[in-house]
């Protein structure tokens, strides 16, 4: 009965440890709130439209060093996009955001 229970507690701690967190930026007129933030590995950003014609863009051939691609396309008020960080290092929209 010890080992079991030594054996959830490890497993309880492990699964604390990976959760990922959910960042929340607001994007209104061509500009981001909070405009960077620190984010871990997994970790989930997620972008909701405030005002006006607009689009979250992360590609490779305008941000050539960014580990991974991602982004939606441009529409008007209303939109949530959000993306999971898989892949460490610096990635660039108009917002910063470094994964560690």
């Known amino acids: 009965m ?3 229970y030594t054996s959830s507690v490890f497993f309880f701690v492990l699964l604390i440890a990976s959760a990922q967190t959910t ?3 607001s994007v209104a007129s061509f500009s981001f709130t909070p405009a960077s933030l620190e984010i871990e590995q997994g970790d ?9 014609f607009h689009s979250i863009d992360g590609n490779s051939v305008d941000f050539p060093d ?4 991602f982004g939606n396309d441009a529409s008007s008020d ?8 898989n892949i460490p290092g610096n990635t ?6 470094m994964l560690l």
């Open 2 to 4: 010890k080992k079991l």
């Open 23 to 25: 960042h929340e930026v």
């Open 44 to 52: 989930i950003v997620r972008w909701t439209n405030a005002g006006g």
């Open 66 to 69: 960014n580990p991974e691609e």
């Open 78 to 85: 209303g939109w949530t996009y959000e993306f999971t960080f």
């Open 92 to 97: 660039t929209t108009n917002a910063v955001f």
